[in-house]
């Protein structure tokens, strides 16, 4: 079967589309036929190496993959069955989605909703899943429509993408950052109500600035988060999962002790199958799938591996499906 393979033979890492044989494929309860995978901030830096994200070689990488259950002594799974993954160290420590088939624990499987098919599923992967959990923490910190704007970092980028569709289709104002002026209209067409110029988070962070957004969700961590933070109105909420722009965070407890403001932590990986259930029940009924096409990209396997460097460098947009039979 095809397969994108990262070996690591000495200090340098190779990444190459292969021929392996699925005798190989680590163990687990349940096969899946993979129909796509797809290109995550994650997979470019486990393909380019630029972070040590594969933690063991050889390593198909793939946070995530869609695909149909092709052979299962999983309770919960059949053949035929449709299913999706995110996250569990697959990609990482488990070899991934970027091959035609995968070995997993079905324990890591969830069945996918009626009213998605295998490539809106991709479409929405990790990236989109991530952004509902991000949406989903707000709203368990009782940040309704109501409370005010709600700012989104990193906005033209995968996460970004989906939580401004599904903020503003719950009917949240959202205020979308991005780097790049060339993407506002692409944003407002996923119903932005306005476009920030990212520069004005990235300066120097003061303990409290004025009071703009009633919630925030970011992907850059660093200033931009310090900023945001700074920025919130009393008893905002902020859903941090990302490190864009950063690992650090240059903030003060000032928005915390002084405006009451709440940081939220979002992981996807290890996050409970509960709280997927209810990300995937809430993404196939909120997310407008005409949207959710505009901000997609297809990408042939053979180009995943080039497409992986642009991805480092913020210039590809939204979501990068990868079909994979
Ligand atoms: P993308 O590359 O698709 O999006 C990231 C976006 O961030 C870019 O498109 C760009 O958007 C913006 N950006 C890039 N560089 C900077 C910078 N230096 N400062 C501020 N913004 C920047 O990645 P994903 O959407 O897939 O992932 C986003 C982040 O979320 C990553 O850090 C990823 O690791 C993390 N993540 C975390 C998860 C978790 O479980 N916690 C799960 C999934 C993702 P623009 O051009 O619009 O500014």
């Known amino acids: 079967m095809k ?12 990444v190459s589309v292969s021929e392996v044989s699925e005798t190989q494929l680590p163990e687990g309860d349940v096969l899946v036929d993979v129909a796509y995978s797809t290109l995550n901030y994650k997979d470019a830096l486990a393909i380019t190496g630029a972070a040590p994200v594969v933690r063991s070689f050889p390593m198909v990488p793939g946070i995530d993959f869609t695909g149909t259950v ?3 002594s999983h309770p919960d799974f059949k053949p035929g069955d449709r299913v999706v993954l995110n996250g569990w160290g697959v990609g990482e420590v488990h070899w991934g989605g970027l091959a035609e088939r995968a070995r997993v624990k079905g324990d890591w499987l969830v069945p996918l909703p009626e009213a998605i098919d295998l490539r809106q599923a991709a479409a929405i992967g990790t990236a989109g899943y991530t952004a509902m959990l991000c949406v989903l923490a707000l709203e368990r910190q009782g940040v309704t429509p109501d409370k005010g704007e709600i700012v989104v970092s990193g906005a033209a980028g995968g996460v970004g993408s989906v939580a401004t569709a599904l903020l503003a289709a719950k009917g949240y104002e959202v205020a979308a950052v991005t780097g790049r002026a060339s ?3 692409y944003l407002r067409g996923l119903g932005a109500a306005s476009v920030i110029d ?12 004025k009071e703009r957004w009633a919630g925030g969700i970011d992907v850059a961590g660093s200033t931009v988060l310090a900023n ?6 009393y008893r905002g909420v902020v859903a941090a999962c990302g490190l864009a722009a950063g690992m650090d965070l240059p903030a003060s407890v000032a928005p915390f002790i002084l405006r ?8 996807s990986v ?3 199958k509960p709280d997927r259930l209810e990300a995937w029940s809430r993404l196939s009924s909120d997310l407008d799938l005409g949207k959710l096409e505009e901000m997609s ?3 042939p396997f053979d180009k995943v591996v080039e497409t992986a460097q642009r991805f480092l460098k913020g210039e590809v947009r939204g979501r990068i499906i990868v079909p994979v039979t």
């Open 3 to 14: 397969a994108i393979l990262i070996e690591k033979p000495d200090d340098t890492q190779t």
């Open 70 to 72: 092709a052979e299962s």
């Open 183 to 185: 993407e506002a209209d």
């Open 198 to 209: 990212r520069a004005e988070l990235t300066g120097k962070t003061r303990a409290l600035a």
């Open 228 to 233: 945001m933070l700074s920025m919130m109105k």
């Open 260 to 267: 009451g403001v709440t940081l939220a932590g979002v992981d």
């Open 270 to 272: 290890m996050c409970p």
């Open 297 to 299: 990209t297809e990408l």
